[in-house]
């Protein structure tokens, strides 16, 4: 049975730009194929920056991509999945 994909958008919040920023990136790159859009805004008055990702994969590859991006020291991510 093939599994059906879902689009969701994948919220991630980042503490430390300067020490996640490359981990982070490379992250998005392996998972690339099912990265539709991506959206970033540094949240200056609270050091951080918030990254929005609109994602059009398997609950697997969702889940994935969340899990790995949540397992970076000083990154919370979570998922809405939508469709």
């Known amino acids: ?5 879902k689009v969701a958008v994948i919220g991630i919040v980042v503490n430390n730009r ?10 998005l790159s392996d998972f690339g194929s ?9 949240y200056r ?3 951080i920056s ?3 990702i609109i994602v059009d994969g398997t609950n697997d590859e969702i889940g ?7 397992n970076i020291k000083g990154i919370k ?6 469709y």
């Open 1 to 5: 049975m093939e599994k059906e994909n």
């Open 50 to 52: 918030v990254i929005s």
């Open 77 to 82: 991510a979570k998922v809405a999945l939508t």
């Open 34 to 42: 099912i990265i539709v859009g991506r959206m970033g805004v540094p």
């Open 18 to 27: 300067e020490e996640t920023s490359k981990r982070v990136n490379d992250v």
């Open 64 to 70: 994935a991509l969340a899990g790995k991006l949540g």
């Open 45 to 47: 008055e609270k050091e």
